[in-house]
Each structure stands twice: as C-alpha cells, then as structure tokens.
C-alpha cells in the first residue's frame, strides 16, 4: 500500500506560479514512477505529468509544457509539480498518483491522494 498526500493548491492570479507537493508513505516510494493529475468541474480526469523512479525521465501533457516541472525526492519521499505562468484554465483537483508502470494513462496508477485544489483566477 502507498498513502499519497497532496499539499500546496490555492488560489493565484494568472501569471503566476505555485509549487505542488505529494508526500508518499507506505511502499517504498522510489520503487515506482509518480504522476500528477486533474480534473476540472465537469470534465474527466486527464494527465499533466510523470517521472521515472530515478527521476531520469519525465513527460507532460502538451497544455502545460514548459510551464510546469515533475521532480522528485526520494530521500524525502516526495514528488514536486512546480507551475509557473499559470492560467485560469489550469484550475482544477490536482491528484497526486503512483503506479509501476511509467506512463500517462489514469487507468494505468495503482495509488492516488485526496487532491488538492488549484485556483486561477483572471
């Protein structure tokens, strides 16, 4: 079993930038990849980014492409989504997700946190 904390959603003007972060307990954390998540009102679930165990290879949704960075620290057993240059159409449940299996896919992570609330208002 993994338990994934999210921590870091609020509420921030376009333009600019806030620093999600996953604390994971359980399963040894640098056993699998991570990936961040969201879901706008309405809307399905989609993918915003992933990282490798090492942290060596990471991808991203082409909406937040070199806005948005996956790190991770496994000495900490924690995962980072920094956001910069944010836009309103960024709000959204940002999840936070574990799997064993490096990918993109929501059906493809075994574990997820509770989210936390990301708000950009105009």
């Known amino acids: 079993q993994v338990q994934l904390i999210e921590s870091g959603g609020g509420l921030v003007q376009a333009g600019g930038s806030l620093r999600l972060s996953c604390a994971a307990s359980?399963?040894?954390?640098?056993?699998?990849?991570m990936g961040w998540f969201r879901q706008a009102p309405g809307k399905e679930r989609e993918f915003v980014a992933a990282?490798?165990?090492?942290?060596?290879?990471?991808s991203y949704a082409d909406s937040v492409k070199g806005r948005f960075t996956i790190s991770r620290d496994n000495a900490k057993n924690t995962v980072y989504l920094q956001m910069n240059s944010l836009k309103p159409e960024d709000t959204a449940v940002y999840y936070c997700a574990a799997t064993t299996h490096y990918g993109s896919s929501v059906y493809g992570y075994d574990y997820w946190g509770q989210g936390t609330r990301v708000t950009v208002s105009s």
């Open positions: 359980g399963r040894t954390f640098s056993s699998g990849a």
């Open positions: 990282i490798s165990r090492s942290g060596g290879r990471t």
